[in-house]
């Protein structure tokens, strides 16, 4: 079976500094692995995912994420935040594009001005 | 496109009564999932639908619980008799078949009294 840890429930961090949001798996087999964003009173909406090939995905508002098969892990970054960043984190994995997706239990990330 | 779509947005209630909790997804998605969201729990997937057959209903809290999918544009989640344990946010997301990024609705907040 396959679980995602989140030790951050919440990371409040200064604007224009930089964060780092951990997530951690657990899989016996090879598995997709995603970063959803859900912003206040919305729905979830996917940042970025690795299925294969490079090791580091990027998203277009600047976060970028590596996966690590060593660490079983998927730590989400960026170098400086805005406030606009402010919302819930969401990491998940899942086997296969057939698969369902189990996601962590979020990271809140907070920006102060 | 317009997104997956929920109805209502909002849903205030007395304990004993019925909710129902309507979804559209996103035209050609042939996969349709049912999460709730609470404080507590996290997010948790309650079951999902493939070509409008349920696969996986594990995560139905119990028999006061029960979702439809009738055809390929419409699902809906109800339950009868509601309870004060029901509130929360509960989102209805689609994917396509090979593809992995699911889109989510903007939820439907519950609130039973």
């Known amino acids: 079976a396959q679980s995602v840890t989140q030790l951050d429930s919440q990371v409040p961090v200064f604007e224009e500094a930089p964060v780092e949001l951990r997530c951690n798996y657990s899989s016996s087999v090879s598995v997709y692995l995603f970063w959803y964003v859900q912003y206040p009173n919305q729905g979830l909406q996917l940042l970025l995912k690795?299925?294969?090939?490079?090791?580091l995905v990027e998203s277009i508002n600047g976060f970028e994420a590596e996966f690590n098969k060593s660490q079983t892990s998927f730590h989400l970054r960026k170098p400086s935040v805005h406030i606009s960043d402010t919302a819930e984190y969401f990491c998940?994995?899942?086997?296969?594009?057939?698969?369902?997706?189990?996601f962590g239990p979020g990271t809140s990330l907070s920006v102060i001005p | 496109d317009a997104g997956v779509i929920q109805s209502p947005r909002h849903e205030v209630t007395e304990m004993g009564q019925e909710v129902t909790l309507r979804c559209k997804p996103i035209s050609g998605h042939d996969y349709l999932f049912w999460y709730r969201q609470t404080m507590m729990r996290g997010l948790e997937l309650l079951i999902y639908f493939n070509n409008n057959v349920p696969i996986d209903d594990s995560g139905m809290p119990e028999d006061r619980f029960s979702a439809k999918m009738p055809n390929a544009s419409f699902s809906t989640l109800k339950i009868q008799p509601s309870e004060p344990r029901d509130s929360a946010v509960y989102f209805c997301?689609?994917?396509?078949?090979?593809?992995?990024?699911?889109?989510f609705g903007p939820g439907t907040r519950l609130l039973v009294l």
């Open positions: 997301a689609s994917r396509l078949t090979g593809a992995e990024t699911q889109y």
């Open positions: 998940a994995v899942s086997r296969t594009s057939y698969d369902k997706v189990i």
């Open positions: 690795y299925l294969s090939g490079s090791t």
